[in-house]
């Protein structure tokens, strides 16, 4: 526990309304370890997702038995599989499934490297990374999409990366302005209809603005973890994107050598 600490140089925090949260947190979960499916744990402990003891986003929690959570400690379970098995428990009641998020590299100079990694290269095309979200809507009516969620976290800058790319046409070009590391709420002006049994595409463009008022990408590493609030009370949570990086605990390598 205290090696994690280290490592991270964040310190560990009391989670502010522990009780209320680990009742929502074990909801989730459906009381039972998500890892192993015991039913018989006697305190649950609530892991922080990415590492950092003082981050007390419920997104960022997750209800696990002693047991396992001593095995994601050493590794044993991947922080990958943490994050879908989070994942698959948000979206445990939710009908509408989440397909892809891709680059549009037509649309501007950033490419994938690895599913939902995308880096920016130099050529012509807008600067401004385009991502393309697929859903559908397996519910029997329609359902409208409100509001966009976005929490971004930057991660320790450093270099790496290279290269590559959709049917459907997009309905609707979101712009997402990165205002804040944390959470960025954008409540939709258009917003966008599934009907029953259909899949649906749209853009999101992720920029940042300059001084001057001037749009500009995302400069270093980001994580972007994207909730699409529906009518109805749907939340959908997609696994996380990352822009200029393929993952939170790849090493940093050096891609050009000066001079
Ligand atoms: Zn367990």
């Known amino acids: 526990?205290?090696?994690?600490?280290?490592?991270n140089k964040k310190k560990r925090t009391s989670?502010?309304?522990?009780?209320?949260?680990?009742?929502?947190?074990?909801?989730?979960?459906?009381?039972?370890?998500?890892?192993?499916?015991?039913?018989?744990?006697?305190?649950?402990?609530?892991?922080?997702?990415?590492?950092?003891?003082?981050?007390?986003?419920?997104?960022?929690?997750?209800a696990v038995c002693p047991t396992c959570h001593a095995k994601i400690d050493k590794k044993d379970i991947t922080m990958e599989m943490v994050r879908a098995v989070k994942?698959?428990?948000?979206?445990?009641?939710?009908?509408?499934?989440?397909v892809s998020a891709v680059i549009a590299e037509e649309q501007c100079r950033w490419y994938q490297e690895k599913e939902r990694c995308f880096y920016k290269r130099d050529n012509d095309k807008p600067e401004i990374p385009?991502?393309?979200?697929?859903l559908i809507n397996h519910f029997p009516n329609t359902v409208v999409l409100k509001t966009i969620?976005?929490?971004?976290?930057?991660?320790?800058?450093?270099?790496?990366?290279?290269?590559?790319?959709?049917?459907?046409?997009?309905v609707f070009k979101y712009r997402l302005y990165m205002k804040k590391l944390g959470e960025n709420i954008y409540p939709l002006q258009q917003p966008l209809q599934i009907p029953a049994g259909v899949a649906a595409k749209f853009d999101a463009e992720v920029y940042s603005k300059m001084v001057g008022d001037i749009d500009i990408a995302p400069i270093g590493r980001y994580v972007l973890y994207?909730?699409?609030?529906?009518?109805?009370?749907?939340?959908?949570?997609t696994p996380p994107v990352f822009l200029n990086c393929c993952g939170e605990n790849e090493p940093m390598t050096i891609w050009k050598n000066i001079g």
Do not use: W
């Open 130 to 134: 385009v991502i393309s979200f697929t």
């Open 15 to 62: 989670i502010p309304q522990r009780t209320k949260l680990m009742a929502e947190l074990l909801q989730e979960v459906n009381s039972r370890c998500p890892f192993c499916s015991s039913l018989d744990v006697g305190v649950f402990h609530l892991h922080h997702i990415d590492e950092d003891p003082s981050h007390h986003n419920k997104n960022n929690l997750l």
């Open 226 to 237: 994207f909730t699409f609030d529906f009518s109805g009370g749907i939340s959908l949570t």
């Open 149 to 170: 969620r976005m929490y971004v976290k930057h991660l320790p800058s450093g270099l790496s990366g290279i290269l590559e790319a959709a049917v459907l046409n997009s």
């Open 87 to 98: 994942i698959n428990s948000l979206n445990r009641h939710v009908k509408i499934e989440f």
């Open 1 to 7: 526990m205290s090696k994690r600490i280290a490592a």
